[in-house]
């Protein structure tokens, strides 16, 4: 049999801050994948709650990953945006990850899995701002992300609108009001699992 192996790069919406490990979206997903019988080992995540993209670029120059992996999920950007930090800035450093995810991948650029950023805006810890302005800002790191995904060949998951939809019902949020839920992160798994079974079987 053959068996599979992921890779997850992000911040707290890979990790899954404030879930329990089974619950974040890498592993729900390798769950899905694994009920269709594929043999697909536990992920291995390089994340950590409030990372940027040169943090996460930081972090993975130190783990020296030498191997390479069946699949990658790449999530990047939110703490950018939430920093103020300038999106040409952005741009530049995202084109260095997900040509690093490729890398990963093992040079198959649809073997890269491109999340876009979450709507934090909309969930009470966001009560007292901007929630246009940050709605306007995560629209155009997500256009920026999109774009280079495309221009690569990986695959592209968009999720803002389900995180927007969901983001102010307590079902949907960990406890913090902020953070998704597990129950939010199987609605991405159930998007996500599909795409990686139909281009792992070609």
Do not use: C
């Amino acid at each position: 049999m053959h068996s599979y192996s992921y890779l997850a790069l992000g911040d707290s919406y890979t990790i899954g801050e404030q879930v329990p490990i089974k619950g974040n979206f890498p592993n729900q997903t390798v769950h899905l994948l694994q009920k269709k019988h594929m043999h697909v080992s536990d992920p291995v995540i390089i994340a950590t709650t409030g990372w940027t993209t040169d943090e996460l670029a930081a972090s993975i120059r130190e783990h020296n990953i030498h191997e390479t992996f069946s699949f990658v999920t790449l999530l990047i950007g939110v703490n950018n945006q939430y920093r103020g930090r300038d999106i040409e800035n952005y741009k530049k450093e995202f084109i260095q990850l997900l040509d690093q995810a490729i890398v990963f991948a093992g040079g198959i650029a649809r073997h890269v899995f491109v999340l876009s950023i979450p709507d934090w805006g909309v969930t009470p810890f966001a009560v007292d701002r901007d929630r246009h302005q940050i709605a306007k800002e995560i629209d155009a790191y997500n256009e920026v992300n999109k774009d280079i995904t495309t221009q690569r060949n990986a695959y592209y998951l968009y999720i803002t609108d389900s995180t927007r939809n969901n983001g102010n019902n307590p079902a949907y949020l960990a406890a913090d009001g902020l953070h998704p839920s597990a129950k939010e992160y199987a609605v991405w798994a159930e998007h996500l699992a599909p795409l990686i079974e139909k281009e792992l079987h070609k």
